[in-house]
């Protein structure tokens, strides 16, 4: 077991140092009043394309020849290959290439540290759904009846899968390399001593959570297009959430200098964490293309969406805590136990992520984490919305449901007691900027009615709270690297239009929308006028992806930055026209004018006109690069991030005690996002995270038979329809944060996390039952009911 | 082998070429290059590729193609009028009902359908509509949003 101990560090008294090398884009920050695009109801970017069916989605594009692929993927959960033989297949008519794990034997994966995969399995296959070889055929029917025209003999294996069968060491090991059964990782922090902690609290309250695994489903399945031209240059266009990683693995499996490779993503139709890195399809795609000369897509079936998978880690956790009798915490120990499935992902990330925000976004002035993370036979586990954070959020926040309801304090006011304050640190080293939770608890006490209802329904109707952070972006990258995280290029035509290039993914959270807000704003122009490049490779600049809800920050910074620059470029030109002092001048509307003498203006593109005359074509870069903010701790990357976001939900739920099924009456919900750059699509992010968040405390699992995925199709997993949605009443909370573009955070990911415990609090105080592992289905709540019954009538 | 059909797609009679198992779906997409209809699952499950067969909605994967002949196929393609967003079209756009969009043609032919019957529908009928149309982004919330503002554009409110 690694060991690592952190230095504590003085939490909360400690002032707040601003980052070193503050933002340039910051100096002309202004008030809501003048934006004219900022905060506005404005209309999408890209509106028209996806209302009129234009938008062209991957598996939308079609290539002159293009021919398509399938995989053939592994029936056993854990088998040895003892051969394979794709000589019928290879012979069939129609059939233009064919491959086995051999040709692709370079491993990779999206960690540095986690390089287990290869496109396709060489040796063994370690789940349901692994890809085993691939074909190239002139239709998708020809490409199946050639799959099952290759012959492969397995040796079939004991498979793991449980937790408790991972961590037994007499287990069947998924992968040789493990040292004690199949544990891949355990981790260790500790910041100050817990011991002191224990000693000083009045009470030690200690509880087991178990939280389930869940997918993402998005609604497009996943589809790669690859098109290998004879000059040796490879075009992939795929549904991916995370472009510019894509091109560094396909770079390393394809073993091509990556100045060869174009990733294009095209508008990806839902994401929520399982399109954020590379997948089979997208590897084996290319090099089918080269085999036969042809473009080849690979469109994936629905089933095996649900074998890619990369979703909600199933996770076990313990947390015990020390608080005084006001509910302050003295210490926190927490530990959680993670469910990998077969390969590594981003599961090292995730087991971090289990630990690294529990400090906040209450006052922890000593914490210990152990985690660790283990292998299964199972498709891997990587990040689903909340990542790693949205399980311990359910332990935590139930947790403390139980220790104030035991203290005798309103849940909601003991909370209010323990927030951390804005612009302070935390025991990890988590530095926080603006925080609008005290607003946001507040905002949905009001309206809710709390004070009238917790505690005060009847019978089998109950409410509960929670609260949550999460991240405005990872503050480090994925691998190591001094690079920005994000880039943005603008240039400026002579008719005043503006191109935007920026290699961001738009996955639906409408980053395309945010970057065009952005610089519509800065520059003064419409946003008719703006017209975009993104999620591309070659066109556009790096931007990490769109993961860790660190798009609107980062790449919202850095377009902001080479906005700027141009507006100073425009404003010098229009100011010597107009007479003006540059300092006087503003832009909005399509005009440059003076704030003084609103007539006095000059129209942007005849600015335009007169800089390009001053100083040649006009284009300028601008880039974000996060402050450096991790600890001096091994683990300390996974956490710091440049703002957080925090959230407060209530929940009210209606418990049948007969049956025990459990009806939503309603959500509210306030999100504190900084500022909510268009507020129609900050609501739907977070009505849409709301939705997520009540499905996984309800409905969603993903749970296995014998090896078998139990559900791999939407008949059987189910996800929400439109008769099960409940209301949801939204506030947005704007704490304008000090480094956010124009003061924005996240939003896309946070407000799924508090519905969950929000929920299983809210069956408490409808039935004085803790229901502590989700989903909450009805029969595990007729059963604690039952249990009760009988508990009762065994103590009479 | 391919035959020839006649399928009449947006108001238009197109002459067509495919094999007679070929879905709707499929033939919209493949053979008349329709890629506004979308689908999700091909097994019926997820109301993606939605369209209307003589005003009625329909999953067109699970429809042969050969079967639609003779009817009045209907695609989010034939929605705008002469590149003149449909009222439920703006309303969409107004409300923010389309996130990643992938759901949306076939949502928006739900409920085109829906408004034609049943010009105000309540919040209700609205969710019965589309029940069969599953979105992962939205939460629903904003597509009955646009549902209503469309019912009133298209009507006036009731009175
Ligand atoms: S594609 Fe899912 S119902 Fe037709
Ligand atoms: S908008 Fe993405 S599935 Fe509905």
Not at chain 1, 508 to 530: F, K, N, W
Not at chain 2, 82 to 95: D, E, I
Not at chain 2, 105 to 111: D, I, K, R, T
Request: with cysteine.
């Amino acid at each position: 077991m690694s060991s690592e101990k952190g230095t504590p560090l003085q939490s909360e008294t400690s002032t707040f140092h601003a980052p070193s090398e503050p933002l340039a884009a910051h100096s002309s920050e202004r008030t809501t009043q003048n934006f004219s695009v900022i905060g506005k109801r404005n209309l999408k970017y890209d509106w028209h394309a996806k209302l009129t069916g234009a938008a062209k989605y991957t598996d939308d594009l079609r290539l002159p020849r293009m021919i398509y692929g399938r995989l053939l993927r592994s029936p056993h959960p854990h088998a040895r290959i003892l051969r394979i033989d794709v000589s019928r297949a290879r012979a069939m008519s129609g059939v233009f290439a064919v491959l086995t794990g051999k040709d692709l034997p370079i491993r990779y994966g999206i960690l540095p540290s986690s390089q287990d995969e290869t496109a396709m399995a060489l040796e063994k296959v370690r789940y349901v759904g692994e890809a085993v070889a691939a074909v190239a055929a002139v239709d998708e029917w020809t490409a199946e009846e050639a799959c099952n025209a290759i012959e492969v003999v397995y040796e079939p294996l004991q498979p793991v899968m449980s937790i408790d069968e991972a961590l037994d060491p007499d287990s069947e090991k998924i992968h040789d390399w493990t040292k004690h059964a199949n544990i891949q990782k355990n981790v260790l922090l500790e910041f100050g001593d817990l011991d002191e902690g224990f000693a000083e609290a009045d009470r030690v309250f200690e509880d087991e959570y178990f939280f389930e695994g869940n997918t993402h489903v998005p609604m497009e399945n996943h589809a790669a297009l690859a098109n290998w031209e004879p000059t040796g240059k490879v075009t992939v266009w795929s549904s991916t959430q995370t472009p510019h990683y894509l091109h560094r693995e396909l770079a390393r499996v394809l073993d091509l200098p990556p100045s060869r490779i174009r990733v294009i993503a095209p508008p990806v139709g839902g994401g929520f964490g399982g399109k954020s890195e590379a997948f089979s399809h997208e590897l084996v795609a290319p090099v089918l293309s080269r085999l036969s000369g042809r473009p080849v897509l690979i469109s994936l079936s629905r089933e095996e969406v649900f074998y890619c998978h990369r979703g909600r880690h199933p996770v076990r956790m313990w947390i015990r805590t020390g608080v005084k009798s006001d509910g302050t915490i003295t210490a926190l120990d927490f530990k959680s136990t993670l469910d990998g499935g077969a390969y590594g992902s981003y599961g090292i990330a995730t087991t971090y992520y289990t630990g690294a925000l529990n400090t906040l976004p209450y006052r922890v002035p000593r914490y210990r984490f152990e985690g660790r993370r283990v292998f299964t036979n199972k498709p891997p586990c990587g990040p689903k919305r909340g990542h790693g954070t949205v399980q311990p959020r359910f332990a935590i926040e139930a947790h403390l449901d139980r220790i104030a309801g035991e203290l005798g304090h309103d849940p909601a006011e003991m909370r209010k007691g323990m927030l951390v304050s804005p612009f302070s640190w935390t025991v990890n080293h988590l530095r926080v900027t603006s925080c609008g939770l005290p607003e946001a608890i507040d905002a949905v006490l009001e309206r809710s009615g709390w004070r009238e209802k917790h505690g005060h329904l009847p019978q089998g109707k109950g409410i509960g709270l929670a609260c949550s952070v999460y991240l405005s972006g990872a503050g480090l990258p994925i691998y190591w690297n001094p690079m920005p995280h994000s880039g943005a290029q603008i240039k400026i035509d002579r008719g005043g239009g503006v191109t935007v290039y920026c290699g961001t993914s738009d996955i639906g959270q409408d980053s395309d929308s945010m970057l065009a807000y952005v610089v519509a704003e800065e520059l003064g122009v419409d946003i008719g006028d703006i017209h975009l490049v993104t999620g591309d490779t070659s066109l556009a600049p790096v931007d990490l992806g769109s993961y860790s809800s660190r798009v609107t920050f980062m790449a919202g910074n850095a377009a902001r930055q080479a906005a700027s620059k141009l507006r100073a470029q425009l404003f010098q030109v229009a100011a010597a026209r107009l007479d003006v002092p540059e300092a006087r001048l503003g832009a909005a509307g399509g005009m440059i004018y003076d704030l003084e003498d609103t007539e006095r203006q000059i129209p942007f593109a005849q600015a335009a006109q007169l800089a390009e005359a001053e100083f040649g074509t006009l284009g300028e870069t601008g880039s974000y690069t996060p402050p450096k903010l991790a600890g001096p701790y091994k683990g300390s990357g996974v956490g710091p991030s440049p703002a957080y976001s925090f959230t407060c939900a209530v929940a009210e739920v209606d418990v049948d005690l007969e049956t025990g099924i459990l009806s939503i009456q309603k959500i509210w919900v306030a999100h504190d996002l900084g500022r909510a750059l268009n507020p129609v699509v900050c609501e739907g992010q977070i009505e849409g995270g709301v939705y997520m968040g009540w499905a996984e405390a309800v409905i969603e699992e993903q749970v296995f038979r014998k090896g078998l995925h139990k559900q791999p199709s939407l008949l059987e997993y189910k996800i929400p329809t439109s008769l099960d949605m409940p209301d949801v009443d939204t506030t947005i909370i704007e704490s304008i944060d000090p480094e956010g573009p124009f003061g924005a955070k996240e939003v896309g990911q946070g407000p799924l996390a508090p519905v969950i415990p929000a929920i299983a609090n809210a069956v408490y105080d409808a039935t004085g039952i803790r229901i502590d592992s989700t989903p909450i289905m009805a029969d595990k709540v007729l059963r604690a009911i039952e249990m009760r019954r009988k508990q009762h009538a065994a103590a009479v | 082998m391919k035959e020839l059909f006649r399928l009449n797609v947006n108001g238009e009679d197109t002459d067509v070429a495919f094999e007679p198992y070929k879905t709707l779906l499929e033939v919209l997409r493949e053979d008349l290059d329709l890629t506004g209809t979308k689908h999700g699952c091909e097994l019926g499950e997820c109301g993606a590729c939605t369209v209307l067969l003589d005003g009625r909605p329909v999953m067109s994967c699970l429809y042969l193609a050969v079967e639609a002949q003779n009817k009045r196929i209907e695609t989010v393609e034939g929605l705008a009028d002469r590149g003149v967003p449909s009222a439920l079209q703006t309303a969409f756009a107004r409300t923010g009902g389309a996130q990643c969009g992938y759901c949306t043609p076939g949502v928006l032919m739900s409920a085109t359908a829906l408004l034609r019957e049943n010009t105000h529908p309540s919040r209700d009928e609205i969710k019965e509509a589309l029940a069969g149309n599953l979105c992962r982004c939205t939460g629903y919330i904003k597509i009955f949003d646009a549902v209503e503002l469309a019912a009133v554009e298209i009507t006036g409110p009731e009175s």
